[in-house]
């Protein structure tokens, strides 16, 4: 499979937004999909996962902020992302078993 994320931009602090990422096939039988990050200088990270059943998983810096979710139906993955930070710049990506999107920038800025 292969994977399109969009949704990134500039937004300023607090503000909202949501990242989606399509696939180019079925994710209906894809284990677990995540979207992870690389903010500047620093090294990619587990940003949120979601398995194909059962609880989705976050890390402590986005817990309570960052909701993931995915639609079969659709094929897509999703983060929607609220309450925004300065820290929470960097460039997003989406991930699959042996799949990985392309990357789409996220500046959260005043």
Known sequence: VQLQASGGGLVQPGGSLR???AASGSIFS???M???RQRPGKQRELVAAIPSTGRT???DSVKGRFTISRDNA???LYLQMN????????VY???APN???QGTQVTVSS
């Open 57 to 59: 998983n976050y890390a």
């Open 30 to 32: 894809i284990g677990t």
């Open 74 to 76: 659709k094929n897509t």
């Open 19 to 21: 990242l989606s990422c």
């Open 34 to 36: 995540a979207w992870y």
């Open 83 to 90: 309450s925004l930070k300065p820290e929470d710049t960097a």
């Open 93 to 95: 990506y989406c991930n």
């Open 99 to 101: 799949a990985w999107g």
